[in-house]
């Protein structure tokens, strides 16, 4: 069923490789933690592939991605493909890219959405880089992705992955953004009674149904009202990406700004609106939370 090298077992990546590994697919992963690593270093890694080598990158964008790509280029040979799955900018895969093609190494970007609910259904997945290096990758993308049709694209040539799963990324911050405004707009007003169960009878039949919906009901069932949750919203740099790559190239992009300059408000006083879009960035992707506690915050102040 195929053998690929992994390299970043954290968070996703430790899903990512249960996940190929149910699916008959033999995975050698390297972390820089002993504990969840299956070899002692990315040579052994290598060692341990048969060619051509696949290797997939999990590991946080920037300063770590480059390096590791870096050592990868220097152990793989002439054949052999490296996936960026992490989050980088398609601009520096473009640049890593032509780094691997001098020594005739395949380059794919792929970008990955799934979260933490990934391990049970599915990573929907967006590559990018040439028909010869994705078939080499593919029996990995077909035991990551979705059952049924959709979930795994060819987006383009490398960096379209990344690319689309940032302009995703930039959709996501609006939609939230919009249950967000409207569930403080309910919570404000004294009209209706049960503000959880308005969100949940959307879950059918409504135009506006969908996961972030469901995990936005599921937050407030935990946590009604929100109370322990600091309405204070990170941005990861897609939604940044996003709306930079609309200023290059003229494209009007209103709501998905709106939605970015959002989460910068989040930083600066407290919000019912950003307590839920911490909630449901914890709901899909694990993204750690602030306590309502921090930074002075006090529920019992509310």
Not at 14 to 29: E, K, P
Not at 55 to 76: A, F, K, Q, Y
Not at 128 to 150: C, M, N, T, Y
Request: charged residues 25%; aromatic residues 6%; proline residues 3%.
């Amino acid at each position: 069923m195929g053998h690929i090298g992994l390299v970043g077992l954290g968070k996703m990546g430790g899903n990512m490789r249960t996940r190929m590994r149910n699916a008959d697919v033999t995975v050698t992963g390297f972390d820089r933690n002993p504990e969840v690593s299956d070899v002692g270093s990315l040579a052994e890694l290598v060692e341990a592939l048969p060619s051509p080598k696949v290797v997939w990158v999990m590991v946080p964008s920037g300063e770590i991605t480059r390096s590791t790509v870096t050592e990868l280029i220097e152990l793989l040979d002439e054949g052999d493909v490296i996936v960026d799955g992490g989050n980088s900018r398609w601009t520096d895969d473009e640049k890593h890219a032509a780094l691997a093609q001098e020594q005739g190494i395949g380059y794919v970007d792929c970008g990955v959405s799934g979260g933490v609910w990934g391990l049970e259904n599915g990573y929907a997945l967006m590559a990018g880089g040439s028909a010869d290096d994705i078939a080499k990758v593919q029996f990995a993308f077909d035991a990551l992705r979705p059952e049924g049709e959709s979930g795994f694209v060819h987006a383009g040539r490398v960096g379209a992955g990344h690319f689309s799963k940032m302009v995703h990324n930039g959709i996501e911050y609006a939609m939230m953004q919009a249950y967000a405004e409207g569930y403080e707009l309910l919570q404000t007003v004294d009209m209706v009674e049960n503000v959880t169960e308005v969100f949940d009878s959307w879950r059918e039949g409504t135009v506006v149904r969908s996961w972030l919906l469901d995990l936005l009901v599921k937050a407030l069932e935990d946590d009604p009202g929100l109370s322990q949750i600091r309405g204070y919203a990170d941005d990861s740099g897609e939604g940044r990406w996003t709306v930079e790559a609309a200023i290059d190239n003229a494209v009007p992009m209103h709501t998905i700004a709106a939605s970015l300059f959002a989460r910068f408000s989040s930083r600066q006083e407290e919000s019912p609106a950003m307590q839920a879009v911490a909630a449901m960035r914890q709901q899909f992707g694990g993204h750690a939370v602030r306590a309502a506690a921090e930074a002075g915050h006090d529920p019992a102040d509310a």
